[in-house]
T-cell receptor
């Protein structure tokens, strides 16, 4: 079964509104979670690294004021797309690494498809 | 970061063995090779991971030559449900940063009846 879960799986919103996407690790604690964005027919692009109890680390070109990340607990990270516009429509995917520092399996959520009208 | 190169697409028929090769010429000593499968509108799913030689699990085999500059994912007897995009990722899995695991373009495998 899924070990990383995202909610909602699909969301449609009006331009200018904010949308929150949740990412949960279901049976393990994740001090670090990752957020990706994927446009149609393209690969996954890392947006930011979410760190529990501290500020997220954003990749170059990703606006941190637009894509707010909060990692308030060891099992939950949230991505809020603020003042969404049609160009923010995309498939957002989170992931988390299970186990200690020498365990390499990265689990991905089911993804959340955002459509901004 | 080790850059990966894969074929953009491959076609196969049901029941055949499929081999997808990934080139990673600048792989580092601490890097592992991980393959993921992604269906449309779903998150990637872990398939297999290896460091050198051969690794086999219930769904695939991973062949890594001695120089580790490439790797081959082998899917035995594919079915229509194996149609998906397959990603080869190379990176230091002991690192806490996903930055070490960069997604390349992936290979779109289409299994035909």
């Amino acid at each position: 079964g899924a070990v990383v879960s995202q909610h909602p799986s699909r969301v449609i919103c009006k331009s200018g509104t904010s949308v929150k996407i949740e990412c949960r690790s279901l049976d393990f604690q994740a001090t670090t979670m990752f957020w990706y964005r994927q446009f149609p027919k393209q690969s996954l692009m890392l947006m930011a690294t979410s760190n529990e109890g501290s500020k997220a680390t954003y990749e170059q070109g990703v606006e941190k004021d637009k894509f707010l990340i909060n990692h308030a607990s060891l099992t939950l990270s949230t991505l809020t797309v603020t003042s969404a516009h049609p160009e923010d429509s995309s498939f957002y995917i989170c992931s988390a690494r299970r186990g200690g520092p020498n365990t390499g399996e990265l689990f991905f959520g089911e993804g959340s498809r955002l459509t901004v009208l | 970061l080790a850059k990966t190169t894969q074929p953009i697409s491959m076609d196969s028929y049901e029941g055949q063995e499929v081999n997808i090769t990934c080139s990673h010429n600048n792989i580092a000593t601490n890097d592992y090779i991980t393959w993921y499968q992604q269906f449309p509108s779903q998150g990637p799913r872990f398939i297999i991971q290896g460091y050198k030689t051969k690794v086999t699990n219930e769904v695939a085999s991973l062949f890594i030559p001695a120089d580790r500059k490439s790797s081959t994912l082998s899917l035995p007897r594919v079915s229509l449900s194996d149609t998906a995009v397959y990603y080869c990722l190379v990176g230091d899995v002991s690192s806490g940063s996903a930055r070490q695991l960069t997604f390349g373009s992936g290979t779109q495998l289409t299994v035909l009846p």
